[in-house]
């Protein structure tokens, strides 16, 4: 694994190495959420390119979140954020454990199939990272459609670090910076997802 403090892909590309975005974009439950998370409008399109490949059903047990086109805009925002914040929190947790099981919950590919043959190479060498962020997640645009929302987040890493599973010390990190973050959520079969995330300038 290449990752360090800062995911690896720069000035709009997709991210292609999920442990280092996971140090940029994931926090816990109880790490403290910077104001903004009030629903944007969506007015405009999103820059960037972004995956809008259609995710899986909602898993068992999971209730089915309402079409987009029956809600109005608002509740559909509150809904991604809601499942954005989720998402972060999953992702953090494979990190931690090194079991990508929790995942398809809440992303699908292509963003599902790297972070799985991610967290699968760390589990191979005895890695594992821990990491904390402050996150500060908006909606800013979504397709025609209305089936993929688009949420703007600026994170900040507070901390992220590298620990040997044999030994428990710690191998590599530090302290990180603050990155602007597009994300792709995506509605199908009862469930928004996340398809796919693109680093922009620091914020």
């Given at each position: 694994?290449?990752?360090r403090?800062?995911p690896s892909?720069?000035?709009?590309?997709?991210?292609?190495?999920?442990?280092?975005?996971?140090?940029?974009?994931?926090?816990?439950?109880?790490?403290?959420?910077?104001?903004?998370d009030?629903?944007?409008?969506?007015?405009?399109?999103?820059?960037?390119?972004?995956?809008?490949?259609?995710?899986?059903?909602a898993?068992?047990?999971?209730?089915?979140?309402?079409?987009?086109s029956?809600?109005?805009?608002?509740?559909?925002?509150?809904?991604?954020?809601?499942?954005?914040?989720?998402?972060?929190?999953?992702?953090?947790?494979a990190?931690?454990?090194?079991?990508?099981?929790?995942?398809?919950?809440?992303?699908?590919?292509?963003?599902?199939?790297?972070?799985?043959?991610?967290?699968?190479?760390?589990?191979?060498?005895?890695?594992?990272?821990?990491?904390?962020?402050?996150?500060?997640?908006?909606?800013?645009?979504r397709?025609?459609?209305?089936?993929?929302?688009?949420v703007?987040?600026?994170?900040?890493?507070?901390?992220?670090?590298?620990?040997?599973?044999?030994?428990?010390?710690?191998?590599?990190g530090?302290?990180?910076?603050?990155?602007?973050?597009?994300?792709?959520?995506?509605?199908?079969?009862?469930?928004?997802?996340?398809?796919?995330?693109?680093?922009?300038?620091?914020?």
């Amino acid at each position: 694994m290449h990752a360090r403090l800062m995911p690896s892909s720069l000035n709009g590309r997709s991210c292609v190495r999920p442990a280092a975005l996971a140090l940029a974009a994931l926090t816990t439950a109880g790490t403290l959420t910077a104001c903004g998370d009030k629903p944007g409008s969506g007015a405009f399109k999103p820059n960037g390119s972004l995956s809008t490949t259609s995710p899986g059903a909602a898993g068992p047990g999971t209730t089915a979140a309402p079409a987009p086109s029956a809600l109005p805009t608002a509740q559909v925002n509150q809904t991604v954020l809601e499942r954005y914040r989720e998402y972060r929190k999953i992702f953090k947790r494979a990190y931690e454990r090194n079991d990508p099981s929790e995942l398809s919950t809440v992303t699908m590919d292509p963003l599902l199939d790297q972070t799985t043959r991610d967290i699968e190479q760390l589990k191979a060498r005895g890695q594992i990272w821990r990491f904390t962020t402050v996150s500060n997640a908006k909606v800013y645009a979504r397709s025609k459609d209305g089936l993929t929302v688009y949420v703007i987040d600026c994170i900040r890493t507070l901390a992220g670090y590298r620990f040997s599973t044999k030994t428990g010390k710690r191998t590599g990190g530090g302290t990180g910076g603050s990155y602007l973050h597009r994300i792709a959520v995506r509605y199908d079969q009862g469930a928004w997802k996340v398809t796919d995330s693109v680093q922009d300038k620091k914020c």
